[in-house]
């Protein structure tokens, strides 16, 4: 088998362990006879999976007992819509914070649907840090604040959570959910792609205050209600049952680290490790303000931008692969979602001190 | 390994050899050191696994060049929706054929954004028919026309595509497509949850005549607009991609037996094998008109119906899975998809003869 690491920003590496899980019980689940994918979701073979599941993330994210926990379709740009859909209530405007492209698209697809108030922006810094707290404009009269906490593309990371008051806070954690403790009593509603931190793609996670559901935009489709979902336990139609098994194992996996202190702990070092490689060394740079540089996603530079492609070739073989930035920012981007072993990053600081002896 | 025949009506019991292959990769992809599931959406690994895909299900479908292939989520229920908001194009109302529990949803759902023109209903008989396509009661300024072709409850499913002249012909197809060859010309769009005939629960297929897509009702989802969807390739967000891997595998093996042809006669054998063995027997009974009986959903009732715990559970100690018909129509239900082999459908009639002569 070929050793790799996948740098990839989503999709992303998945646990071996859980990998090797799913590949012993893919033709034969606890000896049911039956793949997961083949049972219907009704059953009790599925039933099991997807309770244990929700109460493990439940004991994970410690999620209080007057939240919902969906297990949906159709990934953060659903959501996008989702949420004003479900959470304007009568009212007519919303809070949004943009930090990055994430936080853009939120904003454009709300503003369909409502009066989007740009309380506060860091497009001047072009999204390299997070816009200070204390200045944001915020609306006492919003729907909700609706903010990213991890910008995927740009790597800004907020260092704490924002208060809003009796204004619902909102919040995309697609690539930062699950890599440290939480405090989900914080938020009104919390949504997460899967295809990051929790499991294969095709998979959404919404964590939502049980009173602010219920009432919806006319208009807006059945599958786009969240509390119809609620009311369903989350088998409206036929969910992805697949990709809940795996988030399933992806979280006793979790369990089995230790829990989110033992995730954060080795996710900060992690982090830490792959920034002071780029720091000290004038070859590499990284854009982002120190203090709000991601744990998860790690974007950098060359000096020398000629030799882009040749350490992107140099780095695939000797596999560490998907290490390209977006092409909105350029240079690479490494992404170390929990998956990602201590190895994956020492591979990568170590090819690239010798990147930089080699070249430099 | 425990061997079953799972004749759950969706998520469905899956070819062998699929889920085998899928086994052999599921650690590493083609040497790419990569399971699908880790594999980036955009890179070359999954965008070649992604067009295959749809190549070999044009070519499965004869699909007309001027047809867009859409792999979505949401299955058919976001469809219910999906339908009227981006194929309406101004007009005000729709013509829906009633053939029971699933043509119901989708006209409650499209009640939402139009006019509903309820023009043929079989519900007087209990839907154990279809209404005669001579007394459709068609509105020549409806924006098309939606049926169900196979109704998976109810057992039901229509034997010729019904002519709808210049309004576009739409169909759910979930339980159906690919179980025989299929005229695609004459539909305007056609849609299809995965979890029958084509892979796991999660991924939802769509094919539609470009000219009918472009112009959605106001407040229609990004994620709901068919030409956003086809503008990108699928790729608008993130796609379901080991669901879309799985289906190209599925595709793949209907391709070596012999493609939808072969499908047919297998399919159409092993339907009329059980018809036959439940209606030589006044202790099984068919509730379905015998022209309209499905191949692929064979709901049967036992005389006396005392007898149906008893008959589930030895079936199930036979290997014989989810038989239990739907709570809405009682009895047993058979699905019999692509993917049941003869051997299944054999077992399950000797297993009825059986019961008969020991309950009989």
Chains 1, 2 share one sequence.
């Not at 806070?169 to 509603?189: C, E, F, H, K, Q």
């Not at 350490?311 to 240079?331: E, Y």
Request: proline content about 5%; charged content about 20%; some cysteine.
């Amino acid at each position: 088998m070929t050793v790799v690491y996948n740098f990839s920003a989503g999709p992303a590496t998945l646990p071996g362990t859980v990998l090797n899980r799913a590949r012993e019980e893919l033709l034969d689940w606890h000896g049911s006879g039956m793949s997961v994918m083949e049972m219907s979701h009704r059953g009790k073979e599925f039933m099991s999976i997807a309770q244990q599941a929700e109460a493990d993330l439940r004991e994970l994210l410690v999620i209080p007992a007057d939240y919902h926990v969906l297990f949906l379709q159709g990934g953060a740009t659903s959501q996008f819509s989702m949420v004003p859909m479900n959470l304007l209530r009568g009212r007519q405007q919303a809070d949004y914070i943009n930090t990055g492209a994430w936080s853009k698209k939120a904003i454009a697809e709300a503003r369909r649907y409502c009066s989007v108030n740009l309380a506060a922006s860091s497009e001047d810094s072009n999204f390299t840090t997070v816009p200070p707290v204390d200045n944001w404009q915020l609306d006492p009269a919003a729907a909700y604040v609706h903010y990213t906490p991890n910008e995927t593309i740009g790597g800004v990371e907020f260092d704490a959570i924002p208060e809003t008051g009796a204004v619902p806070l909102v919040a995309d954690m697609s690539s930062t959910i699950l890599s440290r403790p939480l405090d989900v009593s914080r938020y009104g509603l919390i949504y997460a792609g899967a295809q990051k931190n929790i499991g294969p793609a095709g998979l959404t996670v919404v964590i939502v205050r049980n009173e602010l559901v219920g009432e919806v935009l006319d208009g807006t489709p059945s599958m786009f209600n969240y509390q119809l979902h609620a009311e369903n336990g989350s088998m409206l139609n036929t969910p992805p049952t697949f990709a809940w098994y795996l988030a399933g194992l992806v979280f006793q996996w979790i369990r089995e680290q230790g829990g989110l202190e033992a995730m954060a702990e080795v996710n900060q070092r992690k982090a830490g490790r792959l920034y002071e490689a780029i720091d000290r060394s004038d070859f590499y740079n990284s854009p982002v303000d120190l203090r709000y540089r991601s744990w998860m996603n790690v974007p950098f530079t060359l000096a020398d931008d000629s030799l882009d492609a040749e350490f992107l070739i140099q780095a695939g073989n000797t596999g560490l692969l998907n290490l390209k930035g977006h092409r909105s920012v350029g240079g690479m981007r490494a992404s170390i979602y929990n998956a990602m072993p201590e190895a994956g990053v020492s591979a990568l600081i170590d090819f690239m001190a010798e990147f930089e002896r080699s070249r430099g």
